[in-house]
């Protein structure tokens, strides 16, 4: 029997994750927890084999968690987000596994079936040897390490993005739109993640809705307003506003 605790701030995700497991004969929840404080004391007072950690909530995020759990107490961890760079940093340091949010019937399924495998091969011991994988990366990383890729769904299956790939970043709301050369594609990340995970020597931002790849810049068109129209290498053309025109175009002396 594998017993699994639930981590996540939100009620409605939490009992999608419970109704799920409930109908699985093998697994047992031991508990819940809303926020990090309290996935940090039901791992160790419960001891789960297997927990559904959210990446983002209040107090500690789902990383700060298990920074805190004592190693021989560490459970194998399925990183439950909204977001896809967190996505893909879980795949990236070999997670047991990670669910985007809203994800489907068939991809729950796949996750079980992950977690079964690696409990039948040793369960725990696998699974603390990849988070102690995962948490030694970010001591070491630090804050200025940036994503080299972004992770992005496209017809029920992750394609990756290449930083160095990108022509810019325009914003959507609550989401951005990642621009190359070949397409187009949405990612769940606000315009002011993004920007912070991008190399600001590289990139840079230059509207409210708008952040561009350097290198890919041909060529800056003043108009008598102030403002200019930044023109990339594939033809596209963004509108750099006066406000942010020092990031993008340098002074003249004396100015």
């Given amino acids: 029997m594998i017993r699994a605790l639930i981590v996540d701030d939100e009620p409605l ?26 996935a940090l004391e039901a791992i160790r007072v419960l001891a789960p084999d297997l927990v559904f950690l959210d990446v983002q909530m209040p107090a ?38 990670y669910l985007l949010k809203p994800f489907s019937e068939e991809r729950f399924r796949d996750c079980l079936e992950r977690a ?16 102690r994988e995962l948490l030694e990366r970010l001591r070491h990383a630090g804050a200025d390490e940036r994503p080299r890729r ?5 017809r029920g299956h992750i394609e ?3 930083v160095t790939d990108l022509c810019a970043v325009e914003a959507a709301e609550n989401y951005v739109t990642l621009v190359t ?36 810049v041909r060529e800056i068109v003043p108009d008598s307003h102030g403002d200019c129209d930044v023109r990339l290498a594939n033809g596209t053309v963004y509108r750099l506003s006066r406000g942010f025109r020092d990031r993008l175009v340098p002074r003249r002396r004396g100015a």
């Fill in 13 to 38: 995700a939490r009992r999608g994750i419970h109704v799920r497991l409930e109908a699985e004969s093998d697994f047992t929840i031991v508990g819940e927890a809303e926020d990090g404080n309290g």
């Fill in 181 to 216: 050369e070949r397409g187009r594609h949405l990612l769940r990340l606000t315009l002011a993640d993004m920007e912070q995970q991008l190399d600001p020597s590289s990139f840079a931002r230059i509207h409210r809705s708008t952040i561009v790849n350097l290198d890919r």
């Fill in 150 to 154: 972004f992770a992005v769904r496209d």
């Fill in 60 to 97: 500690l995020d789902g990383f700060e968690v298990l920074e805190r759990v004592a190693p021989e107490r560490l459970p194998m961890v399925v990183f439950v987000t909204a977001h896809d760079a967190h996505a893909l940093r879980a795949f990236e340091v070999h997670a047991l596994d």
């Fill in 160 to 162: 990756f993005v290449s």
């Fill in 116 to 131: 079964r495998e690696a409990f039948a091969h040793g369960g725990n011991v696998g699974a603390r040897q990849r988070v």
